[in-house]
């Protein structure tokens, strides 16, 4: 009986081994995807940052030239008085 008994326990450690092997198999497996995962999206999470910077590089730009569109008028309407002034003081 006690042959009998060491077999049973042999067989369980065995199917114990077994099962926790998957387990770890399993486990590790799902870490592995969680970090390739993980690593796509630090991988997006850079290109939209690098996007942004452009973007923001690009509209940083355009609102100082937009700020220079709007001073151009307002020049000229300084000139324009200018002259309009130069011109009647001489036509005194």
Avoid: C, W
């Avoid at 592995?32 to 996007?51: D, M, R, S």
């Avoid at 923001?56 to 030239?65: C, F």
């Amino acid at each position: 009986m006690a042959a009998e008994e060491v077999l049973q326990t042999v067989d369980h450690y065995k199917t114990e081994i077994e099962r926790l092997t998957k387990e770890l198999t399993e486990t590790t497996h799902e870490k592995i995807q969680a970090a390739e995962y993980g690593l796509v999206v630090l991988e997006e999470k850079l290109t939209l940052k690098q996007q942004y910077d452009e973007l923001e590089a690009e509209y940083d730009s355009l609102k100082q030239e937009l700020e220079q569109l709007k001073e151009g008028p307002l020049l000229l309407k300084m000139i324009y008085d200018i002259m309009n002034q130069l011109a009647f003081q001489f036509s005194m």
